[in-house]
């Protein structure tokens, strides 16, 4: 009797279990029909952005509203897959789907330490949740996630769920998997990354925005350590690769938009182009776009200009503080972190506060907690404004927010933002293939892209077109033409009367065309257009690509008064070049769809092949000797520092010096360098297209055509080398040798008689 009585509990007990594991499993029979299909994994078609390349293949660009980079798992690096584990479930490979152990760990723990601190998702059930739930903490959630882990389980192997797992959880950033994290914080592919690395990624599923290098170093090193120290503790790695991983310092990327080339400007172009052909498609759809870009050149000619516009800032002086910040109202890192939030960097020159200040030495901290001890060269820049005798709202003193950047040997300067702009480009003559391509000082700063948007004044480094078309008018680089001063009535300017001056103000009288050029002599150009007359030079300009009805037909177009482009100045200059063919400039390649399949082919216009030939081959001969001279001993004498002999090219300055052009070639690259204000304005009274824009394609040219050998031009048949003498008259004494069309040939110089001959003549004639 008394066993019966016991026998009572124990089965009202085992009911006690049963039943709820009962109801479990009815609910769990009655759920899992009823659970989503697995399509969106068996067929996994992720929103992946537009990617645009060099054409080298690395990655410049990306556009849209998720960033993602798809990996096969057998491509992931295998201490990455590790540090995964490590940090989310170290026995994936073990359980089905859902870790039972797991569970028993994290409850105990739980309840030992007092409160949820420790959850028990395996990489399965994220993966059932990212895909197919909601986040929302409720048990019915969480029974779903379960079955679908189980579902899951039983569909795909653990190779494909983990898959899936590294290309889609999200990261921070924006950055949807691994890979796109890895190039989002480290500007690096996952088979380029550190343990280090690794584990810092590692660490960021469990909480993307407390953990994030970015926004929070700090915890994002704690979490990393945990990583490194799981790790270790299963085996994946050993003490001294933990030890090494805890020391590597960590070089994050400050912004997810900072790609190899510094190339946004012409991303944008891709952009614009692309969204025009496949509209909304283009964000989402995985297109990849091969551009014409040389990653080394781009980022050879982003140096160059920043550096040459940085150099004309600094030639006209600091311009005092950027602002203030009360450093009475607190002082600490966080505090100051916060003032500098809002103002943004440009590259490397980075925001900073000052935190002492006199007359030797400036201690500032800068954006992202660096001190930058400022002394010496580094702040002559600003000496003056740290006198007393400076207005108290204009000296640099505590709490002044300037701007601090490292030199090339990582000394710590003052810098300031220009106020200048600048643009330069570089093509293929031979194809208009784009090579590099800068649209301004800085692209989030300022989007307005001064290669094919800014319509500025050309100034004189228009003259070359004008010179082009008085040869096809039976003018030769040896007429002599007057430099002297002109008096042009308003008809003839279609405004005022005009008094054209040359750059220096003085007039050197009668002069070969070629010394003209050489000189950039202004009245010798006027005159010319007045030779040739301006309705012949508005017609003639458009073989090179200009529009008439941006040059009208008055004499002030010989020096550059009407509106170019810098990329239009680009299909001129590559005219002379290539030997009088006109390509069309191009900076697509190919698109390509997520498969790889070709959407679209670039077929440029060759020059020599399919391009059409736009001026005679003697006329673009004759162009680029006499530009090559302008180089070697006119405006742009400057560039001979660069050792070479086969550089040709015109310096422009325009009226008050607004506008700055350097325009000049190799025979396998032309360069484009402009430089002025948006709003425009004097540069400067000595400031000038030698001055403030040769410095930048020199820069440029000089590095990318180092090791390249020297460059011979042929002289065309039917063109003739013949001896000048200074007025331009065919003379076999003469010290000059100057190339002619052979139907253009001089005059011979008269030579006069021998003195006795004439002696004998007069005695006959008088006897």
């Known amino acids: 009797m008394t066993s019966r009585w016991l026998l009572y509990p124990i089965i009202a007990g085992l009911a006690f279990i049963i039943t709820p594991l009962l109801l479990l499993v009815f609910s769990a029979m009655l759920v ?24 080298e293949g690395i990655l410049i660009g990306e556009f849209g509203e998720e960033r993602r980079a798809l990996v ?25 789907g859902v870790d039972y152990m797991g569970v028993l760990r994290a409850a105990y723990y739980n309840f030992t330490s007092g409160g949820v601190k420790q959850g028990a998702s395996t990489i399965t059930m994220q993966v059932a949740r990212n895909f197919f739930l909601t986040k929302e903490k409720k048990l019915s959630r969480k029974f779903n996630e379960v079955l679908l ?14 898959q899936l797992y590294i290309n889609h959880i999200y990261l921070g950033q924006r950055a949807y998997g691994f890979a796109a994290a890895a190039q989002g914080y480290f500007g690096k592919s996952l088979n380029q990354l550190s343990v280090a690395e690794f584990a810092m990624l590692a660490g960021l599923p469990k909480a993307p925005s407390i953990y994030n290098p970015v926004v929070n ?22 003490i001294q690769q933990q030890d090494t991983a805890l020391h590597q310092p960590l070089m994050v990327k400050r912004s997810y938009q900072e790609f190899s080339g510094k190339a946004e400007y012409l991303a ?56 203030y910040i009360d450093l009475n109202k607190g002082d600490s890192e966080e505090y100051m972190e916060e003032a500098l939030q809002d103002i943004a960097d440009s590259d490397d020159m980075i925001p900073a506060v ?58 710590w300067k003052i810098v300031q933002l220009p106020k200048v702009e600048a643009a330069f480009v570089s093509a293929n003559p031979q194809n208009g293939a784009i090579y590099a391509l800068v649209g301004g000082f800085d692209f989030n700063r300022n989007q307005f892209n001064h290669v094919t948007q800014a319509w500025r004044q050309p100034g004189s480094s228009f003259k070359p077109f ?41 007039f050197d009288g009668p002069m070969r065309m070629r010394q003209a050029l050489i000189k950039s002599k202004n009245m010798v150009s006027i005159r010319i257009l007045q030779t040739i007359t301006p309705q012949y030079a508005q017609d003639y300009i458009t073989k090179f690509g200009f529009d008439a009805a941006k040059h009208l037909p008055y004499l002030t177009m010989a020096l550059g008064a009407g509106s170019v482009t810098p990329m239009q100045i680009l299909t001129g200059y590559s005219v002379f070049a290539n030997g009088g063919f006109r390509i069309t400039p191009y900076f697509i390649q190919r698109i390509e769809d997520s498969n790889g399949n070709v959407l679209h082919q670039a077929a440029p216009v060759v020059a020599g092949e399919t391009a059409p030939q736009v001026i005679d081959v003697r006329n673009a001969y004759t162009m680029v000797n006499m530009m090559q001279d302008v180089v070697q001993h006119g405006t742009a004498f400057r560039a001979m520092q660069l050792g070479r002999h086969d550089l040709a090219g015109k310096t422009g300055t325009t009226n008050e010096s607004r506008d700055a052009w350097f325009s000049g070639f190799h025979p396998t690259v032309v360069g484009i360098t402009w430089v002025g204000f948006d709003n425009p304005r004097s540069l400067g009274e000595r400031e000038t297209g030698g001055g403030a824009a040769l410095p ?5 040219m000089g590095k990318i055509l180092k090791g390249v050998p020297e460059a011979t031009y042929t002289m065309p048949e039917n063109m003739v080398a013949a001896r000048i003498n200074n007025d331009g008259k065919r003379d076999e004494a003469g010290d000059l040798v100057e190339y002619f069309y052979q139907e253009n040939l001089p005059p011979e110089q008269a030579v006069p008689p021998p003195e006795e001959t004439l002696i004998e003549s007069i005695i006959n004639h008088m006897f």
């Open 32 to 55: 899992y029909p009823t659970l989503p299909s697995l399509e969106a994994l068996t067929d996994y078609r992720p929103k992946i952005p537009l990617r645009i390349y060099s054409v």
């Open 72 to 96: 096969k798992i057998d491509e992931v690096p295998d201490l990455m897959k590790k540090a995964i584990l490590a940090a989310e479930d170290d026995r994936f490979y073990q359980h089905g």
């Open 149 to 162: 882990a189980i579902k899951i389980e039983h569909n795909l192997s653990k190779d494909e769920i983990l």
């Open 217 to 238: 170093p700090k915890r994002a090193k704690l979490r990393q350590t945990y990583v490194l120290r799981r790790m270790h503790e299963l085996g994946f790695i050993d």
């Open 268 to 323: 944008e172009m891709v952009r614009q182009e692309v969204f025009k052909r496949y509209q909304d498609d283009t964000y989402t759809q995985g297109i990849k776009v091969y551009t014409t870009i040389r990653q080394r050149d781009q980022a050879i000619a982003y140096e160059a200009l920043r550096k040459g516009v940085l150099d004309y800032d600094r030639r006209h002086g600091y311009r005092g503080p950027e602002g």
């Open 354 to 411: 000052v935190l002492e200040a006199n007359s030797k030495v400036i201690r500032a901290y800068s954006k992202g907690g660096a001190i930058a001890n400022i002394s010496g060269e580094g702040l002559k820049f600003a000496q003056s404004y740290m006198s007393t005798k400076t207005a108290l709202n204009r000296r640099l003193r505590t709490g002044s927010l300037i701007y601090v950047q490292k030199d090339e040997k990582n000394v």
């Open 466 to 506: 004008i010179y082009s078309a008085a040869l096809e008018k039976g003018l030769t680089p040896a007429t002599v033409i007057d430099d002297a001063p002109l008096m042009i009535d308003a008809v003839e300017t279609g405004g005022a009367a005009w008094e054209p001056k040359n750059y220096d103000g003085l």
């Open 696 to 700: 930048i394609w020199m820069d440029y």
